[in-house]
């Protein structure tokens, strides 16, 4: 097996694409698409997002410390890119989109009505690390849409057809290859 040796870089993917919303502190809402997202601890549950401080949206997620993680899906494919790469110093990209805010329970930021599940989120430490900060923040609210649950209240979230990104371009999920522990489960 030969491999080339490059210099070093970013190369973990696919990673999670995600439309981060917002609202400053005069209300006005905005939504950033934000790939470099991840979870970080189980209890409390938390996330990070990592945000360049150039960005519109850095100085509305610092000074009011909430934001709303909605997950992405094919569906949401256009919208998921547009919202990356227009500037809400520009436009609004709730009305550009068609997307539809709903207020959230736990932040003044809104949820994005179309996405499967949204988390409402509050920043508890911001990290200056180089070309972005990361915002870490605890999970305060979780809404998952009702129609991708079961008969048995389970939640499917590959029904939403959930996208992810990889090295400039987005993909779908694909099919299932097992589950976790599969490896080591006995056959009867």
């Given at each position: 097996m030969e491999k080339e040796i490059w210099k070093p870089g970013n190369m973990l993917y696919p990673l999670p694409v995600v439309m981060v919303s917002m609202a400053d502190q005069d209300g006005r809402n905005n939504i950033i698409t934000i790939a470099w997202a991840g979870t970080i601890c189980t209890n409390p549950p938390m996330i990070s997002i990592s945000v360049r401080p150039e960005r519109y949206s850095f100085p509305i997620l610092r000074d009011t410390g909430e934001f709303v993680v909605n997950l992405t899906t094919r569906e949401l494919a256009f919208?998921?890119?547009y919202c990356g790469v227009k500037s809400g110093r520009e436009v609004d990209k709730f009305?550009?989109?068609?997307?539809?805010?709903?207020?959230g329970n736990q932040v003044s930021a809104p949820l994005i009505g179309e996405s499967p599940v949204n988390l409402e989120c509050k920043v508890c430490r911001i990290l200056p690390l180089g070309s972005h900060h990361m915002f870490l923040a605890e999970v305060k609210s979780v809404h998952a849409d009702r129609k991708y649950m079961?008969?048995?209240n389970k939640f499917h979230l590959e029904k939403a057809d959930p996208i992810v990104y990889s090295h400039g371009a987005y993909y779908t999920?694909?099919?299932q290859l097992g589950t976790f522990g599969y490896s080591v489960k006995r056959t009867r």
């Open positions: 919208a998921t890119d009305k550009e989109t068609g997307l539809t805010p709903i207020p079961d008969g048995k999920c694909g099919e």
